[in-house]
């Protein structure tokens, strides 16, 4: 088991939920406060405020509170651990094919 195990389940929970994935593909282009990213959700605040603790919890989003304001921020280098995850999930074929592809880059003569 990787050492990070606990961590990326906290992430594959959190992402597994389709509202969840919305507001961090949201959040993705910028932060947001809590009324804008809540908006499009055909649900009740606090039903949002648990989607986003849920986030938090996982630590991929953080939020600071401004006044009665409270903006909402993609975690820098937060979804690197799923990124890490899937790359050790590759076969050795696709490894192979990605030196393959690679050499034959570097070795095709291009047209001119």
């Given at each position: 088991?990787?050492?990070?195990?606990?961590?990326?389940?906290?992430v594959l929970r959190a992402l597994a939920d389709p509202t969840r994935r919305a507001i961090v593909e949201r959040l993705v282009k910028s932060p947001a406060v809590v009324s804008e990213?809540?908006?499009?959700?055909?649900?009740a605040l606090p039903s949002f405020m648990q989607h986003l603790g849920v986030l938090e919890s996982a630590s991929l989003v953080t939020s600071v509170k401004h006044g009665r304001v409270r903006t909402v921020s993609l975690r820098p280098g937060a979804l690197d651990i799923l990124h890490l995850w899937l790359?050790?999930?590759?076969?050795?074929?696709?490894h192979l094919a990605d030196r393959l592809g690679i050499h034959l880059t570097r070795t095709t003569p291009k047209e001119t």
């Open positions: 088991m990787p050492k990070y195990h606990d961590e990326l389940d906290a990213l809540a908006e499009p959700f055909p649900m790359g050790e999930q590759r076969t050795p074929a696709e």
